[in-house]
C-alpha cells in the first residue's frame, strides 16, 4: 500500500506561498487567484512564487520604515483579488488605478485585478 500522506507535501514550503505571501486558488487550474499576504511583526520581506498551469503566480512584500509595499504577478488568463494588509484602519493604500477597489473592512483592502504584475503601497499613518 502507498500513502500520500508525507511531510513533504504539507511542510513549511506550503506555508510560504499560502500564508506569507497569500498564494491561493479560488477556482480550478488558477483561473481565479485571492492574494492575502499576511504581514508579521518580526519579518521585514516575503518572496515566493508558485507555477500553475496558466503560469507563474508571485507574491512578494517587504516593510521599510511605516511603508509596505506589495507586487503580486498574475499570470494570462487569470484574474484574482487581493487583498492589501492595514496595520490600521487609517493607513492610506496607493493603488494602480487599473486595480478595482472592491472592499475596505478592518485590517484590509480588497482589490480585483487583472493578468499583469500590481503594485500597491501602504503607508501608515
Same mark, same amino acid.
Given at each position: 500500500?502507498?500513502?500520500?500522506?508525507?511531510?513533504?507535501?504539507?511542510?513549511? %514550503?506550503?506555508? =510560504?506561498?499560502?500564508? =506569507?505571501?497569500?498564494?491561493?486558488?479560488? /477556482?480550478?487550474?488558477? #483561473? /481565479?487567484?485571492? &492574494?492575502?499576504?499576511?504581514?508579521?511583526?518580526?519579518?521585514?520581506? &516575503?518572496?515566493?512564487?508558485? /507555477?500553475?498551469? #496558466?503560469?507563474?503566480?508571485?507574491?512578494?512584500?517587504?516593510?521599510?520604515?511605516?511603508? =509596505?509595499?506589495?507586487?503580486?504577478?498574475?499570470?494570462? %488568463?487569470?484574474?484574482?483579488?487581493?487583498?492589501?494588509?492595514?496595520?490600521?484602519?487609517?493607513?492610506?493604500?496607493?493603488?494602480?488605478? /487599473?486595480? #478595482?477597489?472592491?472592499?475596505?473592512?478592518?485590517?484590509?483592502?480588497?482589490?480585483?485585478?487583472?493578468?499583469?504584475?500590481?503594485?500597491?503601497?501602504?503607508?501608515? #499613518?
Amino acid at each position: 500500500m502507498e500513502t500520500h500522506d508525507h511531510a513533504m507535501f504539507a511542510g513549511i %514550503n506550503s506555508s =510560504l506561498y499560502t500564508i =506569507l505571501s497569500g498564494i491561493r486558488p479560488t /477556482e480550478p487550474g488558477y #483561473r /481565479e487567484i485571492a &492574494v492575502e499576504p499576511r504581514v508579521p511583526g518580526s519579518l521585514d520581506q &516575503v518572496s515566493a512564487s508558485q /507555477e500553475t498551469v #496558466r503560469g507563474r503566480v508571485a507574491s512578494s512584500w517587504q516593510k521599510t520604515g511605516s511603508t =509596505l509595499r506589495l507586487t503580486v504577478t498574475i499570470p494570462a %488568463n487569470s484574474r484574482a483579488v487581493i487583498r492589501v494588509p492595514l496595520t490600521h484602519q487609517d493607513d492610506r493604500v496607493q493603488a494602480p488605478a /487599473e486595480a #478595482r477597489k472592491t472592499q475596505a473592512a478592518g485590517q484590509a483592502v480588497s482589490y480585483r485585478v487583472g493578468s499583469g504584475t500590481w503594485t500597491f503601497t501602504v503607508q501608515a #499613518r
